[in-house]
């Protein structure tokens, strides 16, 4: 049995004492730069065009990956999680960057392992660097061809393969934990937490996981068709810090859905919602302090322990969710009745 680690610790009483404040999105950020295709390649010797690979700036432009972290920070963010969502073998073939995939991690890490650092230091809070994982552009539960649904362009011990690598640079990198975001199939997140079983198993040294669920429709599943409770009672067995909703919607839109898992999840749970839905242009419109009062009310109901920002939310909007929770108790987490819990596409309970 390995024990939990400092950090690990450390973070399961402060999440115990507070609603902890996540980061929000670092490609909103970047677009917000203006940067142009030279920005993203910089010195690196590629054919393909790197406009759009936010990943990368990790490696070309630190600063300013630095700098937007610096800002979450200020915003009073306690958890910075890396810029590394599409940082894995997959999705950079798209950039024809899979042999950077490691420098690119390691880089991520590194960065906000020292912003954090720095702001810890500054005022004595502890702050927690979790290495990000997107769902990559492949899904393991779905075919893409309609006439052939038993075909997968990938398959279990390969996402797992890809996710491994991924998480070995983020962990050399000097992250915390893993998160496992953006879920939209299940076992595309089961794979990744399986990677990190395995590393944690090679180092003999904790390797904990948060998992975050996304919704791809307003009657609460995601795109492999599961519901929240059928995803929690598929992925329980990893022990996750945290579990919970990122993206999908605004707040408005989650709310059921965060009473649903609150309601029936026995881990701390981590929300981080959209800056309300999109408009006709593809942009949030919702102001910072509208988030920030759904958030309170989410917190005065003690349906979350921590939360944070996903598209379209800026560190304003962090700001106000960080002084919309801070006077407020975290959710008590529940003693779950044993029973027998099953899930397909639905969960199942027999007590």
Known sequence: MIAPSEAEAAFNAAI???ILVKDGPYGTAVQALGLVEADYRGQLSVNLDQKGNNDVLNITRPEAIAGIARAYLDAGAD???TNSFNANAISQADYGLEHLVGDINRAAARILRAEAD??????GRRRFVVGALGPTNKTLSLSPKVEDPGYREVDFDGVKAVYREQIDA???GGVDFILIETVFDTLNAKAAAFAAMEAEEARQRRVPVMLSMTLTDLAGRNLSGQTVEAFWTSIAHVKPLTVGLNCSFGATELRPHVQTLA???DSPILVYPNAGLPNDMGAYDELPETTGGFIRDWAEQGL???VGGCCGTTPAHIA???RAVADLPPRAVPVLTPALRLSGLEAAVFA
């Open 16 to 18: 115990a004492e507070r």
């Open 79 to 81: 958890i910075l999680a």
């Open 118 to 123: 720095a702001a810890t230091a500054r005022d």
């Open 170 to 172: 983020l962990l050399e």
């Open 263 to 265: 309601a029936r999840v």
């Open 304 to 306: 979350i322990n921590a």
């Open 320 to 322: 106000a969710m960080a």
